[in-house]
């Protein structure tokens, strides 16, 4: 059974309260970068994988795409979604990323953020956004870098001052779950490694056009002391891949 943490009402009202949830993708770390690898959007077809508040569904109706598909299993984040972001071009739909169905060639854009550390079938989850997608169609996602994701405790270790002394890293060969806290206890994520990432891309037939790892904009860091510290170490991955064009005869 897949979890679906965010229908657990603590953790939903801890979630709705983060900045990304309350300002939408201008708090959202990662989103300075995402956005420049973002393709035109003009007149597509677009399926948000893990949809989550409706951000990114809103984001790609205003840059003008005829059909917005949102994925979600939670229906607590998808009735926030319908509230904020209504639109007769955006269809939402719960389920869980992993049992998402959908004919080839349905979709000319896929984006994920932040959702696919919480899929298992991360293989097969890729090979069927390759049959979603039409020739020379984009998959474009975000998620916690691998080196944020390799141990459970995913913490600084803390020095006798309170300082954050270094950000640990151990476990990175061995892939899979992870039970760590992240507004909650008891949150299952599963560890890849970048290799992991990349290679399942390839082998399903992806060509890679970027990969990133994100950090804080000039403001952010002016705004924070601690966000200094995200320089340190990645927290996100992104990774742009695009499908190739089939010669026609």
Known sequence: MKQNKYDDEDFFRAYENMPRSVHGLTAAGEWHVLQKHVPNLKGKRVLDLGCGFGWHCRYAVGKGAAQVTGIDISNNMLEKAKTLHSNPSITYIQRPIEEAKFASNSFDVVISSLAF?????????????????????????????????????????IDEQGTRSYWPIDDYQQEGKRITSFLTKDVVKYHRTISTYTNELIRAGFVLQAIEEPKPTKEALQQSEEMKDELRRPMFLMMSAKKQEEERH
């Open 117 to 157: 550390h919480y899929v298992k079938a991360y293989r097969e989850t890729i090979q069927r956004i390759y049959q979603w997608l039409s020739n020379g169609g984009t998959l474009l996602f975000t998620v916690e870098h691998p080196i944020f994701t390799a141990r459970e405790e995913q913490d600084w270790i």
